[in-house]
């Protein structure tokens, strides 16, 4: 195989990465304007959102197309297959980020500047910690540092607490009065959607190093969420 | 490329769809039986369930390896190109319903059959409705039906429809007895989790639709949800 042709099979996969390295910089935004449209009832935060997924869902087509292309042109093996694999399995799950951040976004008039207030400091929190998984989960995986990876899944735990902790806060609030019990339903679907981009985050930590260092992480921790507060 | 080649190449492709089925066994049958375990808070039938899940996993595993050695192995172009993409994108879809369904079969014991009697009828009828629309999906693509797979998407919103009318109905019961509000909620996420089984089953139309067809499915209809139940 000839150097230019090795060269240009870099060029591709550096392709696939800028590509994911655009879709991590999509998803983090639209999680934190969602957030920021629920938090504030700011409708058009909210429509800004509902757009970009759009965007996003046309970064994902261009890098599967790239991508199967580009396994059946040049018949990679071995850790090549595994970066092109791995790029289009992180794809889909930074396509999903995008997908919850619209559906928060969707619940902004549902919500309709009816959440309790002392719930908007939770959220954030809960927010924040969500926001920077993602920005780290992509920025750790193009600049290779394998290691730190794996700590991305135990700061996944946090936001499992933290969710419950506001699921909980959801409860009281609706038990108290019941004129709260439609907007902190939708509350409830906006904060479960933040724990599942969490979720995706481990998705995208644990193919990151898979495609870094060909090893599995170890088997995940049992998840500790609201399923654990229970009758 | 010789005659025996060729074989060989639709023989995998039929281990594919040999395994598409096999998932959608699994998938209808995890999401029937986690309903159940549900509305007659059967830990056991829940447990099942949850073993399911490392049996459908596995499987995903199986068909994503395959495809991928297939891709790098065989170059495919065009059409058959499209069948191998398609598995892939068809077994991730399944893979996540067989999730949604355990994550069903997880709230049994936070319900701990407190569920309200007058919700056991309307649940039902939904995961019926769900559950038929997976057995038709991956019934009709292994048997090449092209054309009833469009019907499936206008199923699905009678699902939608179904949906929020479950949903309208738990607001109440929350309103009338804070009592209610716990197994409430995580009934909202049981039957949140049904209505997105059945737009996965729209993902495997649309994908089942392109790889036999080459088509797109027009673009789909808005969705009508719970969000119109607004504040």
């Not at 780290?136 to 936001?159: C, F, G, P, S, W």
């Not at 904060?191 to 495609?211: M, P, Q, S």
Request: proline share 3%; charged share 25%; with cysteine.
């Amino acid at each position: 195989m000839g150097q230019h042709t090795v060269t240009s099979f870099d060029q591709e996969l550096e392709n696939l990465d800028r590509l994911i390295r655009d879709m991590g910089e999509i998803a983090s935004e639209m999680t934190q304007t969602a957030t920021r449209a629920l938090l504030y009832s700011n409708t058009a935060l909210a429509q800004r959102v509902i757009s970009d997924d759009v965007v996003m869902d046309a970064k994902q087509r261009e890098l599967d197309e790239r991508a199967i292309t580009l396994i059946a042109k040049r018949q990679p093996m071995a850790q090549d297959l595994r970066a092109v694999v791995g790029a289009i399995r992180m794809a889909a799950d930074l396509e999903r980020i995008g997908d919850l951040a619209k559906n928060i976004a969707k619940r902004v008039g549902a919500v309709g500047g009816n959440a309790p207030r002392g719930l908007t400091q939770p959220i954030e929190t809960m927010a924040n910690m969500v926001l920077e998984q993602v920005r780290l989960v992509v920025d750790r995986y193009v600049t290779r540092q394998d290691e730190a990876l794996t700590k991305l899944r135990d700061e996944d735990e946090k936001i499992d607490i933290q969710y419950t902790s506001v699921f909980r806060e959801l409860l009281t609030y609706m038990m108290e009065d019941p004129r709260n019990i439609t907007a902190c339903t939708h509350l409830l679907f906006c904060a479960k959607n933040l724990e599942r981009i969490g979720d995706h985050v481990t998705n995208i930590a644990e193919n990151a190093y898979y495609v870094l260092t060909g090893l599995q992480l170890p088997v995940q921790r049992p998840k500790q969420d609201e399923m654990t507060v229970s009758s």
